[in-house]
């Protein structure tokens, strides 16, 4: 990895080590098309606390869960987002099942977790936050600036 933001979910003392006492917002997704909305979604997210952590979407999610094939591996989605200041932390997941994730916020142990407005898991994650204390933020979805669009119409 180029980073030292980036980390494998599986090392969880990393994780544990570059969140430990701030106020860590986590938010999740895939990145692969990096743009405006993804910009002003960071940028909102991380006003919300003082560490923002990323769980990055493995490229099998991109493919059965998306039904697309990635433009960047994880990887490289990884590597541009670590070239932001916004982002304090990556967390790269492996494919995961909803138990997974229940897990992975025990982990991070988030303060907020941030998501989109209409998140179609809005009700896993509220039951999620519950679990660590954490705050529901929700964030003004940019229509016109989603990956799926950008690359259907162009920008």
């Known amino acids: 990895m180029i980073s030292n933001k980036i980390v494998r979910y599986e090392n969880s003392v990393?994780?544990?080590k570059l969140i430990e006492g701030k106020k860590t917002v986590l938010?999740?997704?895939?990145?692969?098309?990096l743009h405006y909305g993804h910009l002003r979604f960071l940028s909102?997210?991380?006003?919300?606390?003082?560490?923002?952590?990323v769980a990055l979407e493995p490229d099998e999610?991109?493919?059965?869960?998306?039904?697309?094939?990635?433009?960047?591996?994880?990887e490289q989605r990884a590597e541009i987002l670590a070239h932001l200041d916004l982002v304090d932390v990556i967390i790269l997941l492996p494919l995961f099942t909803e138990k997974d994730y229940y897990d992975m916020v025990q982990v991070v142990h988030p303060q907020v977790i941030a998501l989109?407005?209409?998140?179609p898991h809005l009700a896993e994650k509220s039951v999620q936050a519950k679990k660590v204390g954490a705050e529901i933020v929700q964030i003004d979805f940019m229509k016109g600036y989603s990956s799926s669009y950008i690359q259907q119409y162009g920008t």
Request: charged share 30%; aromatic share 6%; with cysteine.
């Open 61 to 74: 999610f991109i493919r059965k869960i998306k039904n697309k094939k990635p433009i960047h591996t994880q």
């Open 27 to 33: 938010i999740g997704g895939c990145f692969d098309i």
């Open 116 to 119: 989109t407005k209409g998140d």
């Open 14 to 16: 990393a994780i544990k």
């Open 44 to 53: 909102q997210a991380k006003e919300c606390g003082e560490v923002l952590a």
